[in-house]
């Protein structure tokens, strides 16, 4: 069944309070749930949603129903309007549920020994019967038993005591914010004033030998507290505030109220254990669901169709918060490079869906980039439009009208409009189209008068023919051909199809900048006469984003050229030479400035020239550029790769992190002509894991002669064998540095490993998301990287359906290939769809893809 926008109906009970108690047991959970509920329309039959259960018990107001006033389905259970009073009643009902057969970690289920739940977005229906949508909002009272020492739920604690625990949340809350954790777990606590001078109690639950990992995310969590005191004025609102770590995870993490649970991943951290990326990904994770307490818990979304209110709203924060603790310019740069290789690629394929969807079978297939990081992106250009003030003002009328309700994105556009009194409606666009637009510029000069001419363009997506134009914040500045600039960073608002922009009193013809920081999610492309001198940006554009997005289209363009037969580009070459003398920039800036596009990328742009992308050729291509590179600059790569060495012990920050970044890319492009001998040197003397892994990496794609790779395989293997998470970047990177026709020999003697757990989403993910990232690999000519790769999905398929069907998106390109790989591609992508029990959510997918 397609679920559509346009039938939203609102829930004709309200739900004064719920009581819930569980007597936990692996195979036998009772869960018993007594609902007081108040009738808002008169003779409304009550549908409670309710998968998987055993049905026990079923009164209204203790009187046991009888099995003609109600009807039960595989989804759930319908009271007839009969069997109900008028006025408010109580529902009380007991289910059975078996969390130690629940491979799909949805519900509740159990982890190592462990129980707890992932509710959002429709798991609660899989604990108990009950209105699961994110509009029906009501207070939780919790009772635990039967498992522990330790018993968690949302709120505060109203009892604890042996085998037993009540939880109270005062807060009304959709049920997908429920959540329960039992079990054997050891506690990293610490403690948080408010501003209001409030303590707040802050634990890091973990299992025993993981405590001494958790320093790192408490800190995080605090600094999270205090910045969204600081920036948003908003602070926490219960006496107590958990994190659980946990292996078995099908997300990233999820904000439950008062409780949250993270993957383990994005929990624990140490030096030996953790590198750099991980670190920021820790902090930014933590920050993302501690602030959706208030954007996304306070205030939620009426129905999922909604979900970017909460979700692109959440990231734009983590987004600004990173920006703060790190380098703000850097941390934007990754922001987008992330936009452009997912969300640019799930805009032009098969899967493109507007930010707000409005129809969708499977909600947990819409957790996609386009609605969370397109949706900051659309965040981010309100602020331009409105003005920092403006967003401030917004934001606080935001929370101060939609206080404890579930809201639409009509809600959160009103409240920019009524506070800046600003005409949003064809910037709303941004929310119900999907696609990217296209930017194309020509510009012109004349008697001291500048013009900049855009056209903007937008091309069909699935089911959406019509695109009309879009309400598009440009940030532009020019400079002197010196490289100074001649205005301030002025913020253009485009809203025709072709508009003009005129700039007078200009004594030469400028270069211009455009679209500065990124200021608008869209792809830009200049007529040939307007081509701006990228190499003229990379050096002096005073915007460090335009900066660095010249240097990657310098590269791009050169190693696109190159994968069809041409020679490197001395005017790159030049650029990078000078950006290694540029002893000014942040290091962290260099190294991004040097990293070469992804094969992903290039295959791209070749579509978009009209070729068909020869995976093959692309790596070539790439890594014939990298070692020209390493060549023309040894000396200067060298002397980068020795003066960014840190000593001392390890710190995450992002000083030394940025000097390790530069470092490892300047080791990066000396490993294609020293065969791997510096990187072999840096692997043995690493002390700390972003060092290691990166010099691992480096040993498997550059090592030559005798196993220079492997042999550094095998002594990462025997030193973690016993360390999953390092484990999972262990069979990751490997598939990744692998020459291509070695990729698919290594993944399928890697999922003979022990090792290879494969019904653990982050092993599965480790090494199917390794081996589709070797762009050669994967798209082996003769299909079988292919064949193999689908073998798996529809092998984890039945037993947990939302990761085999995110990790189906490795096909989602398909139409860029050639005929042969297309028809390669559609065959694998036929087969799974035509399999007997599918999940809805794989089918789905497949589905959309085959179009
Ligand atoms: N709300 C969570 C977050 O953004 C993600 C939960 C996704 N869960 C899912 N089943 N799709 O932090
Ligand atoms: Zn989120």
Request: aromatic letters at 10%.
């Amino acid at each position: 069944v397609t679920k559509l926008l346009s039938e939203y109906q609102p829930f004709p009970f309200d739900l004064e309070m719920v009581r819930l108690d569980f007597q936990l047991d692996p195979k036998a959970t009772q869960v018993r749930a007594r609902i007081s509920m108040r009738p808002l329309r008169a003779a409304a039959p009550l549908e409670l949603d309710g998968e998987g259960l055993v049905l026990r018990k079923i009164s209204v107001d203790g009187r046991v129903l009888a099995r003609t006033e109600y009807s039960q389905s595989d989804t759930g259970l319908v009271i007839h309007a009969a069997a109900l009073p008028a006025q408010p009643f109580m529902l009380e009902t007991e289910v059975e549920i078996a969390p130690a057969s629940n491979t799909a970690l949805e519900g509740l289920y159990m982890s190592k020994g462990m129980y707890c739940t992932q509710c959002e977005a429709e798991g609660f229906r899989k604990i108990t019967y009950y209105p699961d949508r994110p509009d029906v909002m009501a207070r939780f009272h919790v009772t635990v038993s039967g498992a522990g020492p330790v018993l968690l739920s949302n709120g505060n604690p109203v009892v604890q005591e042996a085998g037993r625990a009540e939880w109270l949340d005062p807060w009304p809350k959709p049920a997908y914010l429920f959540a329960l954790v039992a079990g054997d777990l050891v506690a990293h606590s610490g403690s948080f004033t408010t501003m209001s001078g409030r303590a707040v109690a802050l634990n890091i639950w973990v299992r025993a030998g993981d405590e001494t990992r958790c320093g790192f995310a408490l800190e995080a969590l605090k600094r999270s507290m205090t910045w969204d005191e600081q920036v948003y004025g908003r602070e926490y609102d219960l006496d107590i505030f958990n994190i659980v770590a946990v292996d078995d995870f099908n997300m990233g993490a999820m904000e439950n109220k008062g409780l949250n649970i993270f993957n383990s991943k994005w929990v624990l951290a140490s030096p030996e254990t953790a590198t750099d990326g991980d670190y920021e990904r820790i902090e930014g994770i933590i920050a993302h669901e501690y602030f959706h307490n208030w954007t996304g818990n306070r205030i939620t979304c009426r129905d999922w169709f909604q979900l970017c209110l909460k979700e692109g709203l959440t990231v734009y924060r983590d987004q600004n918060f990173t920006a703060d603790m790190r380098l703000g310019p850097v941390k934007r740069i990754e922001d987008v490079m992330a936009l452009r290789a997912r969300q640019f690629r799930e805009d032009r394929g098969p899967l493109a869906h507007p930010p707000r969807p409005d129809n969708y079978k499977e909600i947990n297939n819409f957790y996609t980039a386009t609605v969370y990081e397109k949706g900051a992106e659309i965040v981010g250009m309100l602020r331009h439009l409105v003005g920092e003030e403006g967003y401030r003002a917004a934001l606080d009328l935001y929370f101060e009208r939609h206080d404890g309700q579930a809201c639409t994105i009509e809600d959160w556009l009103q409240v920019f409009e009524d506070s800046s009194g600003r005409d949003l409606r064809q910037f709303k666009r941004w929310y119900t189209d999907a696609g990217t637009p296209r930017l194309t510029i020509t510009d012109s000069f004349k008697n001291g008068t500048y013009t900049l001419d855009f056209e903007q363009k937008t091309v069909p997506t699935p089911g959406q023919d019509d695109k009309p134009p879009r309400h598009i914040p440009i940030a532009v500045g020019l400079l002197s051909p010196q490289g100074r600039d001649l205005i301030e960073t002025t913020i253009l608002e485009m809203t025709e199809a072709r508009q003009s922009f005129v700039f007078e009193g200009l004594a030469e013809r400028p270069v211009p900048s455009i679209l500065r920081g990124f200021s608008a999610p869209v792809e830009l492309d200049f007529a040939p006469e307007a081509a701006p001198d990228l190499a003229f940006l990379l050096a002096h554009d005073s915007d460090p984003f335009n900066r660095w997005d010249a240097g990657g289209r310098l590269a791009l363009q050169t190693v696109v050229a190159m994968a069809q037969g041409g020679a490197v580009d001395p005017s790159y070459s030049a650029a990078i030479g000078a950006l290694l003398k540029d002893g000014a920039a942040d290091p962290a800036f260099s190294a991004l400035c040097l990293h070469l596009p992804a094969q992903d990328q290039i295959a791209q742009a070749l579509h978009e020239a009209g070729k068909s992308p020869d995976p093959e050729a692309i790596y070539q291509a790439r890594e014939t550029l990298a070692q020209a590179l390493a060549m023309a600059h040894e000396a200067a790569l060298s002397e980068l790769y020795e003066a960014m060495a840190v000593t001392g012990p390890y710190r995450p920050d992002p000083e030394p992190a940025g000097r390790r970044s530069l470092r490892l890319a300047t080791l990066s492009l000396l490993s294609r002509i020293d065969g791997g001998a510096r990187a072999r040197t840096l692997f043995d003397a690493a002390d700390n894991m972003t060092e290691s892994l990166a010099a691992l990496g480096l040993c498997v794609s550059a090592g030559v002669g005798v196993g220079v790779g492997e042999a550094a395989l095998a002594q990462f293997r025997a030193r973690w064998q016993g360390d999953r998470l390092v484990m999972d970047k262990w069979f990751n990177t490997q598939l990744i540095a692998s020459k291509p026709d070695q990729a698919l020999s290594r993944a399928q003697s890697l999922v003979q490993d022990p090792l290879y757990d494969w019904k653990n989403p982050n092993r599965f993910r480790s090494l199917m998301a390794g081996f589709s990232a070797n762009h050669a690999g994967f798209h082996r000519q003769d299909g079988e990287g292919y064949r193999f790769y689908a073998d798996w999905l529809l092998r984890l398929d039945p037993l947990n359906p939302q990761v085999a069907a995110r990790m189906s998106t490795a096909f989602e390109t398909w139409a860029r290939y050639d005929l042969q790989r297309q028809s390669l591609m559609r065959a694998q992508l036929m087969r799974i769809a035509q399999t007997e029990g599918l999940s809805r959510d794989l089918s789905e997918m497949t589905a959309r893809m085959l179009g």
